[in-house]
């Protein structure tokens, strides 16, 4: 089954590229003025009544959950735990502590697209053992990647064109931000902002 979906891997986590590439892109559009400024801070500004919802659901699984995972100024720790499991990885049948920020990141983009529908998560936390092979398989699958460190996804968002959604990201500089048009998805990271 998992084998479905070596094509959709994201190749371009590797902080070494996004170093690089963050370096090229600051001296187009000053990409790091707004780097002082935490996701979470930003993400709290945009929240509504204290809280904050997301809604995923899991293409190879079917798994889903929608609900708030913050509340008046704190993760919820159970939310956050059915989190873990919707973003596990599922060739290995295995779950770390996702970085909560990712949520952010998610949360933040679908509200400044005023978008209830549910994030389609490709592919989420990444064991190290399915990344390493999946970068023996093709050269395009980095062998470092935030998945591994539980903090990316690669999504899409039913009704949204991968480029809208990638290019609304980007503009809010709160991640990584990769562009997968032809396979139809977007990587969103809480790492550094940068953009390919
Ligand atoms: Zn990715």
Not at 25 to 43: E, H, N, P, V
Request: glycine share 10%; with cysteine.
């Amino acid at each position: 089954m998992a084998r479905l979906f070596h094509r959709f891997d994201c190749p371009c986590c590797d902080p070494a590229v996004a170093k690089r590439r963050e370096v090229i892109r600051a001296g187009f559009g000053g990409l790091l003025a707004l780097a002082g400024t935490s996701i979470g801070a930003r993400a709290q500004t945009a929240g509504a009544g204290g809280a904050r919802t997301i809604r995923i659901r899991r293409m190879q699984t079917g798994e889903s959950f929608e609900g708030v995972y913050w509340r008046n100024g704190r993760y919820e720790r159970d939310a956050l735990r059915r989190l873990d499991v919707v973003f596990r990885d599922p060739s290995m049948d295995e779950t770390t502590p996702m970085d909560p920020r990712l949520f952010d990141v998610l949360f933040t983009v679908a509200r400044h697209l005023d978008s209830d529908e549910f994030y389609e998560v490709i592919s989420g936390y990444r064991a190290p053992e399915t990344n390493a092979a999946r970068s023996r398989q093709s050269r395009r699958v980095s062998r470092v990647s935030l998945h591994m460190s539980g903090m990316a996804a690669d999504v899409r968002l039913p009704g949204r064109q991968s480029m809208g959604i990638a290019r609304t990201a980007a503009d809010m500089q709160i991640g990584g931000v990769g562009l997968y048009r032809r396979d139809g998805f977007v990587h969103l990271d809480c790492g550094p902002a940068r953009r390919w």
